[in-house]
C-alpha cells in the first residue's frame, strides 16, 4: 500500500532524500539507497509514493546533466560551491519541473523550493532569493533545453 503523502510533503521529502545522496556523495560514503530513503520517509520503500521514486530517480540518473543545465545560469557563482541544500533544491526543482507528465507550474515549483530554501537553508534571505532568482531564469528554457534519460 503507498503512503498518502501531499504533493508539498512529497516534495519535500525528495529535497531532504537528495540532500542526503548529495552529503553522502560529498564524503565519498557509500550509498544504499533504498534504506536511506526508507529512513526519511518512514515506511517501506514498497510504499512510497510514486512521485517520490520517479523524481529521485531522475534527479540521480540526471545529476551531471541538471547541474550542468543549471550552472549555465548561476553569474559569477559555481554550483560546487553552493550550500547543499540549494543544490538539492535546484536539481530537484528542475527535474520537477522537466517531468511534464506531472505538469508542475513554473510559479508551484518556484514557490515551494523558496519555501524549503526559507525552511532548510541557512543563508537567511539571500538563500530563498537566490533560489527564487536561479529558478525563474533556468525554468523558462528548461523544456526546450533540457531532456531527461
Keep these: 500500500m503507498e503512503t498518502t503523502l501531499t504533493r ?11 540532500y542526503s545522496f548529495l552529503i553522502l556523495e560529498n564524503t565519498q560514503a557509500e550509498i544504499d539507497f533504498i534504506p ?4 526519511i520517509c518512514e515506511c517501506s520503500y514498497d510504499e ?7 523524481v529521485l530517480l531522475k534527479s540521480l540518473k540526471n545529476q551531471s546533466k541538471v547541474i550542468n543545465y543549471i550552472s549555465k545560469y548561476l553569474i559569477n557563482w559555481q554550483f560546487s560551491r553552493l550550500n547543499t541544500t540549494i543544490q ?8 520537477q519541473y522537466a517531468l511534464k ?4 507550474d513554473k510559479a508551484v515549483i518556484i514557490n ?13 534571505e539571500k538563500d530563498y532569493k537566490f533560489v527564487n532568482a536561479i529558478l525563474d531564469k533556468c525554468l523558462d528554457g528548461t523544456e526546450n533545453q533540457l531532456s531527461l534519460d
Excluded: R, W
Aim: without cysteine; aromatic residues 8%; hydrophobic residues 45%.
Design 36 to 39: 536511506e530513503i526508507e529512513n
Design 88 to 95: 538539492a533544491i535546484l536539481i530537484t526543482s528542475v527535474v
Design 112 to 124: 515551494n523550493a523558496v519555501k524549503f530554501a526559507k525552511k532548510f537553508g541557512d543563508g537567511g
Design 101 to 104: 507528465e506531472y505538469e508542475i
Design 8 to 18: 508539498n510533503q512529497a516534495q519535500e521529502k525528495i529535497v531532504q532524500i537528495m
Design 48 to 54: 512510497i509514493d510514486v512521485f517520490v521514486k520517479e
